[in-house]
């Protein structure tokens, strides 16, 4: 299984980006696929995370009412759209797959599958 993510780039503050994820690989079936991402010199950190059908979400406290995470199963891609984006978004995105335990899914050890990344730097 692979994860394709893009979309990242640099924006002012206040702007707007939306970041993709596509997912390839045979028998690709996980009940969670989502965003983590990781700001200069911090550790990797829980973004949200969508169910495989799209019925859940979930966010971290930082990015609600801000991003919004959806997927399009017929072509098995995750999207995070990101608005009034502030200089604190900047970080390595990361997009994620796997099938952790409601318990766990904030925690990046619970996923499997990992894309390779984008960065998104929001300027002041």
């Known amino acids: 299984v692979q994860l394709q993510a893009s979309g990242g780039g640099l924006v002012q503050a206040g702007g707007s980006l939306r970041l993709s994820c596509a997912a390839s690989g045979t028998s690709f079936s996980t009940r969670y696929m989502g965003w983590f991402r990781q700001p200069p010199g911090k550790e990797r950190e829980f973004v949200a995370v969508i169910s495989r059908f799209g019925l859940n979400t979930y966010y971290a406290d930082s990015v609600k009412g801000r991003f919004t995470i959806s997927i399009n199963n017929a072509k098995n891609t995750v999207y995070l759209q990101m608005n009034s984006l502030n200089p604190e978004d900047t970080a390595f995105y990361y997009c994620?797959?796997?099938?952790?335990?409601?318990?766990?899914?904030?925690?990046?050890?619970?996923?499997?599958?990992w894309g390779q990344g984008t960065q998104v730097t929001v300027s002041s």
């Open positions: 994620a797959a796997g099938s952790p335990i409601t318990s766990y899914r904030n925690f990046p050890s619970a996923y499997n599958y």
